[in-house]
């Protein structure tokens, strides 16, 4: 202008909407390039600084305007580019011709690639074809978006395209829909012009109706779309038209539950094959959070020994029944294959195998009923072998079933399969594992210690206190003990060499026998015999056990001090042991659980007023179970050793004088214990024998040899000075030719 200053006059040949107008100015340098042939210029202005990355970001512009051109259309403007500034409200701009870019876009990685690509597919749908208001806004936003799929997919693949659509739309606006609730592409509300609805969930939108159209029409639309409104301006109902129009099918569905209508469905479906017609059957049925009514199709893909195959399943409200024919029995299904469908959840419904419960030679399975079910049947097959057999030889119509041809020693993998009235048959339900062992029932009596090392005041005593109390109890009867707190669970294979087990629980922290249930269960359904007494402990018991065996029972508890005694037809009654209550409970028993069901009652309680125990039993068998919703500890010893040495005797069906003679076990013991440094370590050996005495610390670690050699029988006293230790828990493990004691102790210094 010959003052210091320049004009410059921009001209454009086509429309413009008013949003799409700015002027960036600054310090640039120019990046030129050409696509469509050379005939179409690109110009980039970058800051200097930028100059080297932006050669290496922008170098796949023209390539990705040649492709875009081959599906959209040819390119609509006679010129492209981008201008970078330092924008701080969005990453990016699709003002006509010249996108402005964030400086952030341009690292010199490509990191924001699919940003440009966005950008650029705005050219055609936003900018060329323009949204008449932002009720539409969608037909903008929702194009773009779905242009980033088609990029990936012409530079990374098919398979990385669909896992995009998955990530970036589907899981995305899933998780922004969970914090802002459901929205609708169609006139979202005015803070949500530019959200996830119109750019994620619209663009799952296409790429479902891309699914329903097939691809050839889907390509045609977007084609004959942009070359109808190019210049102008569109709104959905004309999208629609030229949708229905290309593919001939009635769209009033699928626009009302995903563009007018809210909210994203879920879908169950369950697949059953039939052998001999070689037909297969999907029942499928989709949900709504909202009050949207979804009607969906799903690509579904089959894996078969001979191959694969590829379905589309209906599924809607009512559930759609999808029958196949020619199909070949399959062993695989991929349902929603490759992301297609916007879905919160699909799910696939199979029986529901809950119990898989190995004993001796048999296994016990049970499952809950499933739809559409007359029948079931049981499969099973080695570990690691993959060769399933039917185990049933008829048609099961029960909830159970117990395999006894199961091989001891052998892991088995099992599953079942539901049966329809058509004779159709269901797929595998989830496989769970067995292992059958042999239950020798070798030995009498097993002691389970569950109860944790206390202070030794009257109401937490230790373990000192509590071993003495039952070795009492049950002297002279054989028995060999098992310290829950130092040794864990029991294998299967260690109870089943017991005619009887006595679990018991004498502290008033909480039981830790909910993870025993199905050990317990699986050795009682092999013949093994129960007994279990302690504090809350009928509490810590699943409902799937109570149900297995006493599926009568109802339980009640006794939070306050309330049992003063229990009563029995037919044993010794039992007395609360006023020295072990604490004062504040007046002599009686507090925790205490009370029942009612179809079981045989062995004790009845006498509670203070107002108990719920009142007029209940407080003890019970069911078959191979004994019960007992108390402590035995806090019972007067002489009952309970009456107690216990007639009802175990009764249990091995051993008369009283069969077990006079047999010696007394083997026990090991240190008092006293917590000790500082000094304790006496006392062992009771039935007959002279060769024995071990270990001291561990609890990640098992040996410390010390304390005792090695022949000791005779009877009691063998042993002194040991902790001072070189450290304050911990000390393992004790005494150990003979055939058997091995535990014994926690505790130097406190």
């Not at 699709?94 to 990191?111: C, K, R, V, W, Y």
């Not at 529901?352 to 296994?363: D, I, K, M, R, Y």
């Not at 125990?613 to 179970?625: E, P, T």
Request: charged fraction near 15%; proline fraction near 5%.
């Amino acid at each position: 202008n010959g003052d210091g200053s320049s004009t410059t006059i921009w001209r454009g040949y086509h429309p413009m909407t008013t949003y799409l107008a700015c002027v960036t100015a600054g310090n640039y340098e120019e990046i030129q390039q050409s696509a469509m042939q050379d005939e179409l210029p690109i110009v980039n202005f970058v800051s200097p600084a930028q100059y080297n990355n932006a050669l290496s970001d922008l170098a796949n512009l023209p390539d990705m305007i040649d492709y875009f051109s081959g599906l959209f259309g040819d390119y609509p403007f006679e010129k492209y580019g981008n201008a970078t500034v330092n924008m701080s409200t969005f990453s990016a701009m699709e003002h006509q011709t010249m996108t402005t870019l964030g400086n952030f876009i341009i690292d010199g990685a490509g990191s924001y690639e699919i940003i440009i690509a966005h950008e650029l597919a705005h050219q055609w749908y936003g900018n060329a074809v323009s949204f008449l208001d932002f009720n539409d806004v969608w037909l903008s936003e929702g194009f773009a978006t779905y242009s980033e799929h088609l990029w990936t997919h012409r530079q990374e693949g098919w398979q990385a395209a669909c896992d995009y659509v998955l990530s970036n739309y589907h899981n995305y606006y899933i998780n922004w829909e969970a914090n802002n609730g459901p929205g609708t592409i169609y006139n979202p509300d005015f803070a949500n012009y530019f959200a996830p609805t119109s750019y994620e969930k619209a663009a799952s939108v296409l790429h479902m109706l891309r699914l329903k159209l097939g691809n050839e029409d889907f390509v045609q639309l977007l084609q004959t779309y942009f070359e109808n409104y190019k210049h102008g301006n569109a709104v959905t109902a004309d999208f629609k038209n030229l949708a229905q129009s290309i593919s001939g099918e009635n769209l009033d569905q699928f626009f009302d539950q995903w563009i007018f209508g809210s909210g994203i469905p879920s879908v169950q479906y369950s697949t059953f094959y039939k052998p001999d017609t070689q037909e297969l059957k999907i029942l499928a049925t989709s949900s709504s959070p909202t009050t949207t009514q979804f009607e969906l199709d799903i690509p579904f893909l089959l894996q078969s020994a001979s191959g694969s195959d590829s379905l589309l399943v209906l599924a809607g409200p009512q559930g759609h029944t999808n029958m196949y024919q020619n199909f070949a029995e399959p062993l695989e299904v991929s349902a929603n294959h490759n992301h297609w469908t916007l879905l919160r959840n699909i799910e696939n419904l199979v029986p529901n195998l809950h119990t898989c419960l190995a004993a001796s030679g048999e296994v016990h399975l049970g499952w809950d009923a499933f739809s559409y079910a007359v029948s079931y049947d049981v499969y099973r097959c080695v570990l690691g072998t993959g060769n399933w057999s039917k185990v049933n030889q008829n048609p099961i119509e029960d909830l159970s079933y117990i395999d006894n041809q199961a091989d001891n020693q052998q892991q088995y993998e099992y599953a079942i399969k539901a049966i329809d009235a058509e004779g159709f048959a269901s797929m595998f339900s989830q496989i769970c594992l067995a292992n059958p062992v042999h239950f020798s029932f070798a030995n009498d009596l097993l002691i389970i210690d569950e109860t944790w090392d206390g202070n030794g005041a009257i109401i937490s005593p230790d373990d000192a206190m509590v071993d003495d109390y039952y070795a009492n109890a049950l002297n002279p009867l054989e028995f060999h003990t098992w310290d829950f707190a130092a040794q864990g669970l029991p294998d299967l294979q260690t109870m089943g060499s017991y005619k009887v087990v006595l679990w018991h629980d004498d502290e008033m922290a909480m039981p830790q026998i909910s993870g025993a249930e199905d050990l317990l269960s699986a050795y009682m359904m092999g013949g093994g015999k129960l007994i279990i007494g302690g504090w809350k402990t009928a509490s810590a018991i699943g409902e799937a056990f109570w149900q297995r065996f006493v599926p009568s029972i109802e339980l009640y508890f006794d939070n306050p001090a309330c049992l003063i005694s229990a009563e029995s037809d037919e044993y010794p009654s039992l007395e609360v042991d006023p020295a072990k209550m604490a004062p504040v409970w007046n002599g009686m028993l507090p925790m205490v659980y009370s029942f009612e069901g179809d079981f045989v009652e062995m004790y009845s309680g006498t509670f203070a007023p107002d108990s719920q125990g009142i007029d209940k039993s407080i003890a019970f068998k069911q078959d191979n179970l004994i019960y007992f919703g108390f402590p035995l500890y806090f019972m007067q010893e002489d009952g309970v050793r009456a107690l216990l040495q007639a009802l175990i005797l009764e249990l091995l069906g051993t008369s009283t004088e069969d077990q006079i003679a047999k010696p007394m076990p083997m026990t090991l013991k240190a008092y006293p214990n917590p000790f500082n440094p000094h304790t006496e370590i006392a062992f009771v050996l039935p007959r002279a024998m060769n024995i071990e005495l270990c001291l561990y610390n609890l990640r098992g670690q040996k410390l010390a040899t304390l005792a090695q050699g022949e000791y005779p029988e009877g009691t063998n006293r042993i002194s040991f000075d902790g001072t070189g230790l450290s304050s911990a828990v000390y393992l004790l493990r005494i150990q003979t030719a055939g058997n091995s004691i535990s014994k926690r102790i505790t130097l406190m210094k």
